[in-house]
Each structure stands twice: as C-alpha cells, then as structure tokens.
C-alpha cells in the first residue's frame, strides 16, 4: 500500500558494540522482527513486525538489545490520543472489529492500589511466622445448616462436598486451545505441588492430564466443548462459566487453523472447525434454568463434586451472586474487568464491566445483608498481581483467589498481548511445535511454585503482622483495611474505613 | 560422575550454547567483548535437521576410543574427564577420525580440542549448561 | 466518645472463682481477688457476674438495665409490659463512692415472657427473650439491658472495680460462681454499658485481650442476626459463645475447638476419629475462630469456662483447692484469697478448662 498510515509504537534497539551476531534474536523471533545479513556480518531489524514480547531481549546473551517506546508522534492532543487515531486508521483499513489480548490496560483506578493494610503495635503483638504456626489452609465449598449428631452424640460429617487447598490461591481457567499443552502441564504439575487448584478452561481435558484430578477443576462452558462423563468426574471440581471478566457477555471463537490434533480431539470437534462458544449458555436464560444446570451437573457426579459458577463482574453482580448463592452452585468465582483473555473485542475488553474490588465487596455484603453467606465461598479474580492483592481481596471478603496473567507472566510472557496472533514467542499462547517447545515444563511448574511459594511466606508475614495466624480471620475482616484517595462513595461499597479514622 | 546430557525434545536450536562455551574458554568477563567480531569455534555444537535439533559434545566415555587411539598420550583420563594436553599434541588427528560421535575438533593453534566439561576454565561447571535457557542441556549423575 | 461510635481496645485484669459444690459465697472474695490487680486496671471499667444470687426467683429472666433518663425508663417499661409479665421491679441497691460519679437509673426486672406473645413469636423462650434484649438495646434511646440470665446478674459500671464492687454492694451478694473484670482501654469512654462483663442470657464474658479477627467474627455474627452495637471484643465473643452453644448446640468443649481452634499440625497427630470432628468443626465455623491475644472467662448456669487464644499470649492461671476453683490474670490474685492451694497451674493455649457443679450433665 503507498500509504502507511501506521507507524510502529515501539522500535528496536540494537547496541552494535554489544552484539555478537549470535543470530539468537532471528532464531527465537516467531514474527521474523530480526534479520542477519551476512555481507557485512550484522544484525538488522524490521520495528513494524515487533509485538514487544521481549524474548530477543531475554535471550539476548550480550544485552546488546532492547525495546524502547517510539518517539514518533502526531500533534499532541488531548482528546485524539495517537492510540485512539491509530486503532481508527487500523478499521478504517480493515473493516472489522478491533481485537487484542490479556485484560484491559486502561487506565481505570486499581482500587488494590488505594487500600492499605493495618499492623499490630502494643496493644496486641504481631507474629512471627518463623517462629509460629501461620495456617493459610482454606476450604472452599457450602456450610452445612445443622448440627447432626448419632446416638453416642458425636458429631456427623454431613459438610456437602468441598475443596481443601494448602493456600488461598487457584489457577484459573485458561483453555488446551487458548494455551499450551507445555503452559497447562506446567499448571497441573504446580498445582499438584502446591496442593492448590487449576481449571481446564473450555477446552476439556487432555488424556496425559487425568492423574492430576484431584487438582482440576473441569469447566463447562457455553460451547460445551470436551464435556462428557468422564471428564465431569475427573476432576474435584465442575465449574459452570457464565461470563468472564475480559468479554463479559460474549462467547468466544477459536479459530478453525487452532482445532487441530489433540486440540481437536479433546475439544471433540473435528479438525480444522471453529471452535465458537456462544454469547449465553443456550439452555440458561434465566436462573431458574442455571439451577438446573447445577443439579443436572450434580447428578451427573453422583452429588461427589461441589459446583463452581463463574461470573464477569457486572453491574448488578450482587444481585446476580445472591441467585447463584441459592441455586445449588456450592462456589461463586466472580471475575473482574482486568482478568485476562486469549482474545476479545478490544472495545468490550476495555469498556464492560467493573472492577474486582468493588464486585467482591458488594457481593460478600449482598451475601452476608441476605444471610446466605454460609451457602457459599467466594473466589476473586481479575488482575491479582501480587499477594498483598490476596491479602486485599481476602478482608473484603472473599475465601480465595483466582490467579491467571501472573501465573502466564513467571512462565515467561511479557504481556505484549498478541496471543490473538497464535505467535506467542513463549510458548504459551500458541500450538506451534516449534514454539510450544520453548515452554518446558519441568522449568514453567518450578517457576510456579516458586511464585507461590513466595507469596504464601508474604501473606503469612502480612497476617502475622496484624496478629492473625490463620488466614481464615483474615476473611471479611475489613478493619485490617483503610482506603487512601477514595469518595465517601467508594469507601461506603469496599465497606471501609479512610486511613487515620 | 556428572556429565553433560542433552535432550532433543527440549532443544530450540537456539544456538546459545555454542556461544557460551566459546565464552567460557575465553576466560573473559563480558561476552561481547570476548565474543565481538570473532567467529567462534566451541565445543558444543548444535545439529539440526528436519525440525530436530540437539547439541553434540563429548561424552566422556569410560572407555574412550580416543584416549587409545592418542599416539603421545596428548588425551587422557582425568578423574573421569578425557582431558588433552595440548603440549602433547602432534596434531595427528586420529582422535578426530576415530570418535565416533564427532566430538573432537581442530583448534586454531593446530591441537585438537574437545570438551573438558569447564574444569579448566573460570566458570568451573559447564557453560552450555548455564546458558540452555530452555533446559535442553543438563549436568548431571546418571547410572 | 462512647462504645459503639469507634473501637477501643482495651486490656485488662480479670479473674473468677466458682464452688462446684454449689455452695454459695459472699461476693467480698472476687472483690478482694480483683482488687490486687488494680494496675491492670486504669479505672475506665470494671464489673462483675454473679451466678446463684437470686435463688428465689431462679424461674425468671433477672434483666439489670441502665437508663440515661426517665423519659427511656418509661418508654423501655412500656415495651416490657407489652412482652413480659413483670414480678418484681426495683431499683438496683447502691452506696454513694465518691469516685463513682455518673451514675445512670439502675433498674432491675423479674421476668417471664408472656404466654400469648411467645406462641405468636414462634419462638423458644430463651431466643425470644434475647431478640428483646436487642430491641431494647438498639431501639430504645437511652436504655440498655446489660443482664438478662436467670438466677444470675451483672454489676458493672466506670471506675476502679474494688470501687464498683462496693458501689453495688456486692459484699452483700451470694453466689456460687463470680467472675471479675477491671479495664484498661486505650481510649476515654465514659459509658457504663460499655464496662464489662458483657452477658446475653446467662452467658457472661470477661476477656483480656484484643482479638485481631474481630472484624471477620463481628460480621460473621451480625449475619445470625445478632448487632454488635457497642465494637468491643467481648461483645463479639459472647455472642459467638451464644450462637455456638445455644443455637448449634455445641459443647462447651466444642466451643473452645472452635474459638480457639488447635493448629493443624495438632489436629494432624490426634486419632482419625478426632481428627475428623476437629477437620470438621474447623471448616464448618472458620469464621467463628479467634486470632490474636485473649484470656475469656464464660460464666453460664451451672459452671464456668476459661479459655486462652490458642497462642496463649495473654496470662491466666488456673488454682484449686477442695470444691473452689479459682481463675485470674495473676497468681497473686488467687493466692490473696486462698493461700493454701492444693494445685495451681497454667492452662495451655487453647487448652479450654470447663467447670461444673457437681453432677451437671453436659
């Protein structure tokens, strides 16, 4: 095309007193970014092509390379970004709808960032969690409503079915599809180790994956995909998914190029499909109809296995969780705007739905206002980036976390947010041999259980710190919280106080 | 005694580690300035074909054909490292024709060179390995 | 600044002492015990339980109310009149001490839920008298039921609890169990309600600590329908104590597993079958345990629990001596009263040491 409308948001940098020609950059590049060019012994490089995922820079053995922001730049205007103006150009060439990857990077407020957490002084001592027992173990699952007792008047083991994880943390749903079969053999065997949870996503379950059942949770989405009996009851959890934080309100497509193989196969949709997950579950249009789902779920698994549903942080998400809280789901995982996505319309991924911290308060208050509480536990996830995020989210009153993009990020994605593409240089985002290859996953678990690890010893020294040491009266205690730059209003719904009340 | 693996499943042909072992010989601080403008000669090197990749190196053997084959006794063991002697090297070339899996190789100064598994250099465990970023290549105890 | 409006944490001195014979003792013992404790106290709150001090009207609700004024003594005798039959009224007898200043109108009821009302509660009696212990306390301005059990009271009140204990006469009390509190607050109130025991029914609490869960118990609690109006820790505490025993039937064994719940790595050494009534009780009232310092005392009919946090960071010590079982902060306070004891020792974190009258069930 004569004219280019489009000039590349971040260039190249190369330091030719560093490089070595190693070639290691063009190897590694899936988008052909790097070039050498042998007649005068150099390495070149194409900006327009780079997605800025970083895997030159990592592996770069010289750090002759890095990636900086273009300075190329339109006429200033506060109204017109460059951003805006280029997406604009992008349509005005394609005709379609804007797609992108990952959760939204919009600059909304991150109500994690305006919470602090309290500390004990004096009046009640702290604890230190290398000297003490600090417990993080948590159960996720309904309460029973009575006491039953036999004849000798011991106590009854009537708990409905239920999840125990070592940590309040899961890995939640992301697709054999959407990602790897190196990135999810990575997640089971992590949480196999950990003693946590991760969650097929819609894209069922891969034959090599049974053994880790009883750290799976099997989803059941609106495509129905991969969903058969077997599969229902290999896993310790079923989790119905509704919405999901990045396109609440959508389904989801994966391409017919993708369906191939064992994808295929687990999918149970023949090769070279597409694989469309419709908007709504077509036999839930009310809540009366997910009431069925459940049971009809519940049966299928002999009533062993506790139900999960799962909803994008809506407008009306507490009334929406307190129906879910009294139709039979045993679990309510709500996901806010930030949480992450294989692909969506980037205007959808950007515009719908609403934070995590304000859904969570507002459900856990709906929940406990309508006494149902006790019906069931509450899983947050949307962008939980570290474990004060957990500890957040913990005294606003959920039981645990969902953890997807962090979980992507120590197994080596950069968020450059091109997994729509199929490209991922990581291996994550992608089914190319040549690049799933890249993610081994006796490397990707330990990297995971490292990340959790780590973040376990900091909520233990955070709740020690306030002089819990057991993370269960850390739950809905949101007096361990105050609130810095928020309204009257915001700090009403997060049901907290402003720092220095 | 630990000796350097590799795994074919898991190699991206990357080439990084001919690049740091070429480095950890050099017994320099920086690899760009060690490495910058030369073209190297390690030993490990990556075969490839058809979509199949690994590194080739020395295996140290228990009964290394090279070691019999050395008319000066230039190749030895060393605490289960074939080891050469460069000072005794003629530069016959017999190991290089007689290995069976391509591991030795001519030098620039005329002696042959292989593998030492770094106990010559600063590193002190095999480069290649520490620089696989994908662990195609390990250093470890195998019955 | 009254309870309710902030939290205020507090720490304290308390102590108790119980004859399983049943025999009853003159108050002047709890007072004399407390008494030497005086520095754990700042002199913002004091009071005593008292159990077996109204044998002749042992059938009826005994409700001790403060009021502000006339106009709230008026309004909460009315709302009495309309739900018990009222067998005896009088005021609360009380000597003038000169550092007890402020006092409110001391009022205290023998009564019984009307017949004709509880049927249409459909309610059992004792829930029904505790949902108008709470419309009292939240409802009505300026009156507060701050006793409610049978055959037992609480005299509470600010100031220095040797002062408060002569205050009320409590010398010229007899009971068979008393439980003592003096306060320490990190804060000035200066409301008699806000002084402990806390008690609903014939639960009484007297705590010495700061629970760093209370805010995940308070809202637990609140959910059952129970309104922790005044923010203290010893409210949240007795009504989860109330909830536990009285609602879900729990032992008071069961209780402390639950209140001051084993470690894990406890419960993963005991027997299976103990293990899974501990996994169980864990799971099921996650909410309802107790992180953080404290030392409680639970007065109830027929005996007395004392229970340290599962950490045991706050002191208590436990003594004996033939029938009487003596509690407190301090050894001191024990040995003041009863030099001689046959036993005296320190009850484990968590470890619940649960007394009964003689030949009391369970």
Sequence with gaps: MAVNFLYPDYEVSRNDDRCIACRVCERQCANEVHEFLADTNKMVSDDAKCVNCHRCVALCPTRALKIVKNNNTYKENANWSAKTMNELYRQASSGGVLLSSMGNPENYPVYFDKILLNASQVTNPSIDPLREPMETRVFLGAKPQNIERDEAGRIVNNLPPHLTLSMPMMFSAMSYGSISYNAHESLARAAEELGILYNTGEGGLHEDFYCYGKNTIVQVASGRFGVHPDYLNSGAAIEIKIGQGAKPGIGGHLPGEKIVGDISRTRMIPEGSDAISPAPHHDIYSIEDLRQLVFSLKEATNYQKPIIVKIAAVHNVAAIASGIARSGADIIAIDGFRGGTGAAPTRIRDHVGVPIELALAGVDKRLRDEGIRDNVSIVAGGSIRSSADIVKAIALGADCVYIATAALIALGCHLCRSCHTGKCNWGIATQVPDLVKRLNPEIGYKRLVNLLTAWQHEIKEMIGGMGINSIESLKGNRLMLRGVGLSEKELEILGIKYAGE | MKRVYVNEKWCLGCHLCEYYCAFGESNKKDMARALKDIKINPKIWIEEKDGVSFAVSCRHCKEPLCVKSCITGALTIKDGVVTINKDKCISCYTCILICPYGAVSPSEDGAVQKCELCVKTTWGTPACVEGCPNGAIVFEERG | ?362
Excluded at chain 3, 164 to 191: S, V
Aim: hydrophobic residues 35%; aromatic residues 12%.
């Design chain 3, 1 to 362: 600044m009254k309870e309710g409006q902030i939290r205020i944490p507090s720490g304290c001195a308390i102590s108790g002492l119980i004859d399983k014979s049943g025999k009853r003792m003159s108050g002047e013992a709890v007072l004399r015990s407390i008494s030497v404790m005086h520095d754990r106290s700042n002199g913002l709150g004091g009071g005593f339980a008292a159990y077996g001090i109204y044998p002749e009207y042992k059938d009826f609700y005994a409700l001790h109310i403060f009021y502000d004024n006339s106009a709230s003594k008026k309004s909460c005798e009315e709302f009495l009149e309309q739900h018990f039959d009222i067998i005896n009224l009088s005021k609360i007898p009380t000597r003038k001490i000169k550092v007890i200043t402020e006092e409110p109108l001391i009022w205290r009821y023998f009564v019984t839920p009307l017949p004709t009302k509880l049927g249409g509660s459909q309610l059992d009696e004792r829930e029904f008298v505790a949902k108008c212990v709470f419309r009292v306390n939240t409802r009505i301005d300026g009156a507060y039921i701050f006793s409610s059990g049978k055959n037992m009271g609480v005299f509470k009140a600010v100031g220095y609890p040797e002062d408060i204990g002569r205050f009320y006469r409590l010398e010229e009390y007899e009971g068979y169990c008393f439980t003592a509190h003096g306060r320490y607050p990190t804060n000035t109130p200066g409301w008699w309600g806000g002084a402990h025991p806390f008690a609903l029914l014939d639960y009484s609490v007297v705590h010495n600590g700061e629970i760093s869960s209370y805010d995940a118990n308070r809202r637990t609690i609140e959910m059952y329908g129970y309104k922790c109006t005044l923010q203290t820790d010893t409210e949240v505490i007795t009504y989860i104590v109330d909830y536990l025993h009285r609602k879900k039937g729990l032992t008071f064994s069961e209780t402390a597993a639950v209140i001051a719940a084993p470690f894990w790595q406890t419960i993963e050494r005991m027997t299976p079958e103990k293990r899974e009534t501990h996994e169980y009780l864990r799971n099921v009232f996650s909410a309802q345990l107790f992180t953080g310092p404290f030392s409680i005392l639970v007065g109830f009919e027929g005996g007395l629990m004392a229970l340290n946090d599962r950490l045991k960071l706050r002191s208590m010590v436990v003594g004996e001596k033939g029938d009487l079982v003596y509690i407190a902060s301090e050894e001191a306070a024990i040995r003041i009263i009863e030099p001689n004891l046959s036993r005296v020792w320190s009850p484990m974190g968590g470890e619940p040491v649960i007394v009964r009258l003689n030949g009391d069930e369970v």
